[in-house]
């Protein structure tokens, strides 16, 4: 199983990205999947997240600016961000779990200057 994110980059505050994470299996196969991101000197931190159920959620910290979301090709997870700050800029992380076992793609990185 392997997850490829991409999308990452330098913006201003206030812009948007999106990021990208391609899943060689299909993303159903996937008990939740979601986005982490680090910053520099800090922890591994959840962003969203959600499940093959169908629910999703995302940290108080990026509620109502970021979205998490699939794509229709089945084989693809998405995060929109907007309204970016300067500490959002993290190596973002694109996760899933089968079962017990997660599974992590490269990281990317986002950048936010004011």
């Known amino acids: 199983v392997q997850l490829q994110a991409s999308g990452g980059g330098s913006v201003q505050a206030g812009g948007s990205l999106r990021l990208s994470c391609a899943a060689s299996?299909?993303?159903?196969?996937?008990?939740?999947m979601g986005w982490y991101r680090q910053a520099p000197g800090k922890q591994r931190e959840l962003v969203c997240t959600f499940t093959s159920g169908g629910s999703s959620n995302c940290a108080d910290s990026v509620k109502g600016r970021f979205t998490i979301s699939r794509g229709n090709d089945k084989h693809t997870v998405y995060a929109q961000m907007s309204d970016l700050k300067p500490e959002d800029t993290a190596v973002y992380y694109c996760?899933?779990?089968?079962?017990?076992?997660?599974?992590w793609g490269q990281g990317t990185l986002v950048t936010v200057s004011s």
């Open positions: 996760n899933g779990f089968i079962g017990v076992k997660g599974y």
């Open positions: 299996i299909t993303i159903g196969s996937f008990n939740i």
